[in-house]
């Protein structure tokens, strides 16, 4: 799924993957965009893009069941059965994940959904029930009384952390993308860039205006069949969501828990490492530490990497 921001760059994009790997594009690859919606200041007054029109912005994860509705046909036609929706910016996520797939087959879910157990202080939605039904409160809508409270053996009591992570059949997917079905839109107070009356761009320094966003977790409660599977954090969760400077959630974070990863796998599969550079296992070589046998009683050690023909065929450096 893209905007419309980002439509044509992602077309261009795996188009040249297509070409450059042999695959059929239209075939392999749906691409389709979500709608966007108006952006107004805190006095619930239009933002302007320019001096003739509104700001808009994408209208959140949730916006995945307008904007695919009309490709659920063709592709129930081609066989598909299950989706597997997951959010972009989680490096370590594990796509098509078949072992959550294979037991939210196994236990006939509708809806299932990754979590993982939260810190203090970190800013991701909770997965809960409701009267009985599930759903995601996110951190925002906590708040911070609840958010800390723990139980008697001293975790949270609102431990399961939402990854944006999910698990849809078909058939699900079908009931909430229909016509009838109807996201409420949430509130988001960001920082909104935008035209004065003189023409002039403002970009403001701190959050100026609301965002409205639908969420994806949202239809939960329509799930007849609902699991959560909790996940090792870092193994499967490292978010990109802030500049560098920040230090957490950042590139930097991305690229030592991704690190971590690879490394964990070649000591799983026997390696033993002795060496300052963080290890980047190629994309193909593995999906989950298999296949990296050759490796097992190889030392991998700064020199080797440069020039065991093995060992260069699995890495690349950082």
Known sequence: MTSPGT????????????KHHGFDFDEQITIFSQDEIAAYDEKGEFLLGTKSSVVASPNGNGGLYSAISAQLPRLRAKGIKYFHVYCVDNILCKVADPHFIGFAISKEADVATKCV???QGELVGSV?????????????ELGAELAEQ??????????????????FTMDFMDKVCSPSSRLPYHRAHKKIAFVDSNGDVIKPEKPNG?????????????????????VTRNEEFSPLKNHQSVGVDCLSTCQKDLAYVNELW??????????????????????????????????????????????NKFFVNH
């Open 7 to 18: 439509e044509e760059a992602t077309r261009e994009h795996v188009q040249m993957l297509a």
């Open 117 to 119: 157990a939260k810190q």
């Open 128 to 140: 809960c029930l409701d009267h009985g039904k599930p759903r995601v409160v996110e951190y925002s």
């Open 150 to 167: 723990k139980t008697s053996d001293g975790k949270y009591l609102f431990s399961a952390g939402s990854i944006a992570n999910h698990f």
């Open 210 to 230: 609301i965002k409205l966003e639908q969420f994806i977790f949202d239809v939960f409660e329509l799930s007849e069949r609902f699991f959560i599977w909790e």
């Open 266 to 311: 070649l000591n799983r599969a026997g390696a033993t490492l002795n060496s300052s550079k963080r290890l980047f296992l190629k994309t193909m070589a593995s999906y989950n530490g298999e296949n990296l046998q050759e490796l097992r009683h190889r030392e991998i050690n700064e020199q080797s990497i440069e020039t065991d023909h093995v060992i």
